[in-house]
C-alpha cells in the first residue's frame, strides 16, 4: 500500500521565482492538505483540496496556489518566492469520511536564495 | 482562532523510562479532535495518537497514552517503556470537526525528546 508521496525532495530557487511542489496521496484517499513548515516551528496550514475544489484555506496569501487532479493528486504552486518562503513543504491525505485523520508525505524541502 | 502550546522544547530521559509531554489548547468548540505526530530526523509525520473530544476515555496506543483533561483543555502524551527509535520531534495538533469550517491541523511548536541509551 504506497503511502503519501511528494516531489522532489529538495529544491533551490531565487527570489522572484516560481516552484511547484507535487504530491501523490495514499492510495483509497481523495483529499489533500498542504502545510508549511519553516525551521523549528510547526507545520501551518496551507489549504486543502477536495473534489479538484480548494476547500478550506488558511493565513497565507494569494501568491500560495493549488491544484487537484482527477486522480486526487495535487499540485502547490508559489510564485513571486520570498527568502521567508523557505521552508519544508509537507502534503497530507485522507478520506473525505475520516478527513481528520491525516497522513503526511516526507515533504519537499525548499531553499529561496 | 485555536491556539496550540507545548511548554518544553526539549526533554531528555534514559531508555526504559517513561516520559510525559504536555500540551495545552485553547478553543470555544465543544467537539474537536486532538492529536501527537512524531517527527523524526527523516521529516515524515507519523500520527502517534488521536483522541475525540468527546469520548471520556483516553485514547491508547501500545506505549503511547493521552490524558485527555477537557474543562482544563489538557492533552499530555506518555510514553512507557522508552525506546531509541522513540528520538523525535512531537507535535501536539487540533482540529475542529470536518465541515463544521474546519481549517485543517493546528501544531503546537513541538517537544524535541531524546532518549538516551
Known amino acids: 500500500d504506497a503511502g503519501v508521496t511528494q516531489s522532489p525532495t529538495h529544491l533551490i530557487k531565487t527570489r522572484g521565482q516560481q516552484v511547484t511542489l507535487r504530491c501523490s496521496p495514499k492510495?483509497?484517499?481523495?483529499?489533500v492538505s498542504w502545510y508549511q513548515q519553516a525551521l523549528g516551528q510547526g507545520p501551518q496550514f496551507i489549504f486543502q483540496y477536495y473534489e479538484e475544489e480548494e476547500r478550506q484555506r488558511g493565513n497565507f496569501p494569494d501568491r500560495f496556489s493549488g491544484h487537484q487532479f482527477p486522480n486526487y493528486s495535487s499540485e502547490l504552486n508559489v510564485n513571486a518566492l520570498l527568502l521567508g518562503d523557505s521552508a519544508l513543504y509537507l502534503c497530507?491525505?485522507?478520506?473525505?469520511?475520516?478527513?481528520?485523520?491525516?497522513?503526511f508525505g516526507p515533504g519537499t524541502r525548499l531553499l529561496v536564495l | 482562532a485555536q491556539t496550540v502550546t507545548q511548554s518544553q522544547p526539549e526533554m531528555s530521559v534514559q531508555e526504559a523510562e517513561t516520559v510525559t509531554l504536555s500540551c495545552t489548547y485553547d478553543t470555544s468548540e465543544n467537539n474537536y479532535y486532538l492529536f501527537w505526530y512524531k517527527q523524526p530526523p527523516s521529516r515524515q509525520m507519523i500520527l502517534v495518537i488521536r483522541q475525540e473530544a468527546y469520548k471520556q476515555q483516553n485514547a491508547t496506543e501500545n506505549r503511547f497514552s493521552v490524558n485527555f483533561q477537557k474543562a482544563a483543555k489538557s492533552f499530555s502524551l506518555k510514553i512507557s517503556d522508552s525506546q531509541l527509535g522513540d528520538t523525535a520531534m512531537y507535535f501536539c495538533a487540533f482540529m475542529k470537526p470536518p465541515g463544521g469550517g474546519a481549517d485543517g491541523l493546528t501544531f503546537g511548536k513541538g517537544t524535541h525528546l531524546i532518549i538516551q541509551p
Open positions: 497530507a491525505s485522507s478520506y473525505r469520511d475520516s478527513e481528520e485523520t491525516q497522513y
Open positions: 492510495s483509497g484517499h481523495d483529499t
